[in-house]
């Protein structure tokens, strides 16, 4: 697949994230709307993250000709959305709370900071 299509598929996939994850955080947890909306957000998120990985790094330092830096938010991700889920069944609440906020934080503000940086892809969709 071409890099913008998996660009603009990232996007479809990582911009519901950003306002899903922000009501969850910010919204009374555990009811219905909640664990919903929680199942959607993770989806999506490992969906956006399993895109990334087929996204060839453009800028900075390249790993094994494919990945750089970013690529990490990535596998933060496929690591973080199934050991949130496994904490939350064992009942481990905070760890939940405390692994929820993190990936929130990291791949979705901080990850998604970095594409604003000038060269990359976003950057010139905004501001190019």
């Known amino acids: ?60 330092p390249t790993f094994l000709g494919h990945f750089g830096y970013i690529h990490l938010f990535s596998f933060l991700t496929i690591w973080s959305v199934p050991t949130a889920l496994f904490a939350i069944r064992q009942g481990n609440v905070k760890r939940h709370q405390r692994i929820m906020w993190s990936l929130y934080i990291g791949a979705i503000l901080i990850a998604g900071g970095f594409t604003f940086v000038p060269g990359r892809y976003m950057y010139g969709l905004i501001f190019g």
């Open 1 to 60: 697949m071409h890099y913008e299509n998996l660009m603009f598929f990232h996007l479809g996939t990582v911009i519901p994230c950003f306002f899903i994850g922000a009501f969850l955080l910010l919204r009374p947890k555990g009811g219905m709307v909640h664990r919903s909306l929680g199942k959607i957000y993770m989806s999506l998120m490992m969906i956006t993250a399993t895109t990334t990985l087929f996204m060839a790094n453009k800028v900075g």
